[in-house]
């Protein structure tokens, strides 16, 4: 996935919690833009989790951005 497509989902506005699904079938919750960061570069991207974990992804290994519904 692009640095571009990741970088639209953190800096939407207003911003919708969205899941990162990864190639290997984990998926990691987005919930508030400031639970996440993408590297300069766009290569890595951290995910804050519950419990102050966090995840480290090679964005090359995003393999989708699943935007909440407004239903939940």
């Known amino acids: 996935m692009s640095k571009d ?9 207003p911003f919708q919690p969205f899941t990162v699904r990864v190639a290997d079938g984990n ?3 987005v919930p508030a833009r400031d639970s996440v960061s993408l590297q300069p570069n766009g ?3 951290l995910i804050w989790g519950e419990a102050g974990k966090i995840k480290l992804l090679d964005s090359m290994l995003v393999t989708e951005i699943e935007k909440e519904s407004n239903g939940q």
Do not use: D, G, H, S
């Open 5 to 13: 497509t990741i970088k639209e989902a953190i800096n939407a506005q």
């Open 27 to 29: 998926a990691y919750p």
């Open 43 to 45: 290569r890595t991207l």
